[in-house]
């Protein structure tokens, strides 16, 4: 009998780890929506709110959280030898209160050994990884370990291995007057092989998981450009992914100073068909591209020449839409016709079968993008709070460009 309960018990834990793998294989096999989360502490009150609001998953990055250790989780990006055990427990922790709330997770990060993020690293770009394959392996050492610690965990839908890669900053560095493609032969075979170092992080990670699903980024901060040079994966499971803040002279504040508005037929913004690595001046001969037709303006016209780069690469390689995850996108919330800019974004990912997620959902750090404030300043008294140290919450409500995100949240 003793023998039968072990055995039951052994056949049971077996049938729900199954279960599990095919829950995170069957969730990209058709169109999910969500949102990312860049935010210092994430509580759960935030992962309520999160399902309140019918997101499918979150794009988890965990960089920005407490530790003792120069680097979350990687201990030190200098020289990695395994993951913080404390760290490891903390993120343990919000993936178990994920769950506890049906919200599931897609797991990335923005430091790598060799890769330190920016904004950690003193405002320096750090390329080591790009330049010397020591980091590489560092790298792979690093998801190995991470995907063996957080195997059949039941919010996770899959990893993403790395947020928004630069090697065209390491090498070259890549001058968008040269086609990407051109640029990619020089470093083809060396540690700035994004290819290679993908098809290394997939090794990695199906050294101990041989079912959880995972998302690559295209290079040039996961440009859409970048697809030209990206090359698939002989893996089912994994996903291919790209981030739209173009055109950026528009989409960012500060770039903008409320000179453009969206839509505006007359603005100065020019796209290649078939090359819109660059979105302003004229492509055509940048590209090395013949007369091919040209779209002026900015609205809904060029958003779709700006990601034809994915349109065409999934058509050249046969991969079907419930494969490509558009990882981020959005804009400034005072920019002028920032709602329509958003709607026509969501219009053209759902009409391609895209996965999407938006940036951002309630971000505790920066108020940017969080659309349920609406297009006002925060206020003097709001940043009075802050500077005494304080966490206020600012003032969400429903306004229409956050109806814009739930009305497409909602059509499912």
Not at 164 to 182: F, H, L, N, Q, S
């Amino acid at each position: 009998m003793r023998s039968l309960i072990i055995y039951s018990i052994a056949a049971l834990l077996a049938l729900t780890s199954i279960t599990r793998a095919q829950s995170a294989i069957d969730f990209w096999n058709h169109q999910v929506r969500g949102a990312n989360c860049f935010n210092e502490n994430v509580t759960a009150e935030w992962f309520d709110a999160a399902d309140s609001v019918g997101l499918d998953f979150v794009r988890l990055v965990p960089n920005k959280w407490h530790t003792t250790h120069r680097d979350f989780l990687a201990g030190n990006a200098d020289n990695y030898t395994g993951l913080v055990p404390e760290d490891l427990a903390e993120l343990k922790r919000v993936l178990d209160l994920a769950h506890e709330h049906g919200v599931r997770v897609l797991l990335s990060t923005l430091t790598l050994p060799g890769a330190r993020w920016r904004q950690q690293n003193g405002g320096t770009w750090d390329t080591r990884l790009w330049t010397d394959a020591k980091y590489r392996t560092q790298a792979r050492d690093f998801w190995r370990d991470l995907a063996r610690e957080l195997k059949d965990h039941p919010a996770l839908v899959g990893y993403n291995i790395l947020n928004e890669p630069v090697p065209e900053k390491a090498v070259g560095p890549y001058d968008d007057r040269t086609p990407i493609r051109e640029w990619y032969r020089t470093v083809r075979g060396t540690a700035a092989d994004l290819n290679e170092f993908n098809r290394t992080m997939v090794e990695a990670i199906r050294e101990v998981d041989s079912t959880i699903p995972i998302v690559i980024d295209a290079g040039l901060w996961a440009a859409p450009g970048a697809f030209e040079y990206l090359e698939p994966i002989a893996d089912t499971l994994v996903v291919y992914s790209f981030h739209m803040y173009e055109p950026w002279e528009y989409v960012n504040r500060k770039a903008n100073g409320g000179k453009l508005g969206y839509p505006d037929t007359a603005a100065d913004f020019t796209c290649a068909v078939g090359d819109p690595v660059s979105t302003s001046g004229d492509n055509n001969a940048a590209s090395g591209a013949d007369s091919t037709q040209l779209v002026h303006g900015l609205d809904k016209q060029l958003l779709a020449c700006l990601i034809e780069p994915v349109v065409q690469w999934q058509a050249d390689n046969r991969v079907p839409s419930n494969r490509i995850l558009v990882g981020e996108f959005g804009c400034h919330r005072m920019n002028p016709g920032v709602g329509a800019y958003l709607g026509d974004l969501i219009y053209l990912f759902n009409a391609h079968g895209w996965h999407w997620a938006f940036y951002s959902f309630r971000e505790d750090t920066w108020d940017g993008m969080d659309y349920e404030i609406g297009t006002r300043p925060l206020g003097a008294a709001y940043w009075e709070a802050v500077e005494r140290g304080e966490h206020p919450t600012p003032p969400r409500s429903s306004n229409p460009i956050w109806q814009t995100i739930q009305k497409a949240l909602d059509q499912k």
